[in-house]
């Protein structure tokens, strides 16, 4: 009776552990009709597996730097950083980042919020306006910035996709220009997913 016991006591953590190491559904945005291009860029076996993108663009990086966060089927997490150039003539750099086995948790954990707290829902209409009404009637104020970096944001599985994409957005936060709260989501996100990677 104590053996039986004692295998109980062992086997419930590590059921109720594995649980959440599984790729929560998730409403989609659209599809494409190829497999996305992450798999194989990041030279993955697991095809399905789920890739979450964090990155920015300016003219002066002249490309895209990028973190990569990917989430198995066998609930092993890989992080990846990665500078796509735009001229063709570059080639693109990736390097591998070790996350040690008893961090999974934190980036499983941060996921799942994301998804029960609707965290992934922003409204992306509104992530790039750049005009609002003047002070005085009939006017309008409109706002450029000439250096400023493109974020950019994707979660990947398949064809699957959900993409958001947004110019500046801390600048039209801070002067609190149409759409400034859609920003703000997108911004929260990018920094919960980027502040795991710093940490773990």
């Known amino acids: 009776m104590k053996k039986i016991f004692a295998?109980?006591?062992?086997?419930?953590?590590l059921i109720s552990f594995s649980q959440d190491w599984k790729i929560p559904k998730m409403d989609w945005h659209g599809q494409t009709e190829t497999e996305n291009v992450y798999i194989n860029l990041l030279k993955l076996k697991d095809r399905n597996s789920l890739i979450v993108k964090v990155g920015y663009s300016s003219y002066w990086s002249k490309g895209i730097n990028s973190e990569f966060?990917?989430?198995?089927?066998?609930?092993k997490v890989k992080r990846y950083i990665v500078y796509q150039p735009n001229s063709t003539d570059l080639k693109t750099k990736i390097k591998r980042k070790r996350i040690r086995k008893s961090d999974y948790s934190y980036y499983w954990d941060f996921l799942n919020e994301c998804v029960k707290n609707d965290k992934l829902e922003i409204d992306k209409s509104q992530l790039n306006i750049n005009q609002k009404e003047g002070k005085e009637k009939g006017t309008v104020l409109v706002k450029s910035i000439s250096d400023g970096a493109d974020y950019h944001f994707q979660i990947t599985q398949g064809k699957n996709y959900i993409s958001y994409g947004s110019y500046e957005p801390k600048s039209f936060i801070e002067d609190k220009f149409p759409g400034w709260k859609e920003r703000q989501k997108l911004v929260e996100l990018m920094n919960g997913f980027e502040k795991l990677t710093q940490k773990y």
């Open 69 to 75: 966060i990917v989430y198995q089927n066998d609930g």
């Open 7 to 13: 295998y109980l006591l062992i086997l419930v953590p």
